[in-house]
């Protein structure tokens, strides 16, 4: 049971809808959180090894309030939050998703 007031350390799975077509400043935004990214040419970025699945691609992000939560949302665009038995997730929504 957790007091109210309580600090909770979370960590989150963070991934982004897509990693593909990325602009240089949008590459270098989503750099900081720990993706890597190779220039494609024609202005645009995309996965490091865009071979695998972007799904695979996953950076650990700490969010320890909602406060926080709110300015991760602020600073990244649009969020999807995924809390189940199994995994505790952030996607980022980047671009287009089905």
């Known amino acids: 049971m957790f007091n109210i007031g309580e600090r909770i350390k979370m960590k989150f799975r963070c991934k982004l809808t897509t990693g593909y077509n990325l602009s240089k400043v949008q590459s270098k ?56 038995k199994d995994e505790t997730g952030i996607e980022i929504c980047n671009g287009f998703r089905e």
């Open 29 to 84: 935004k989503f750099e900081k959180l720990g993706f890597k990214f190779v220039d494609a040419g024609g202005g645009h970025y995309e996965f490091d090894d865009f071979e695998t699945s972007y799904g695979d691609k996953i950076v650990i992000v700490d969010i320890n309030s909602l406060d926080q939560l709110i300015k991760f949302s602020k600073d990244y665009g649009e969020i999807i939050l995924n809390c189940s």
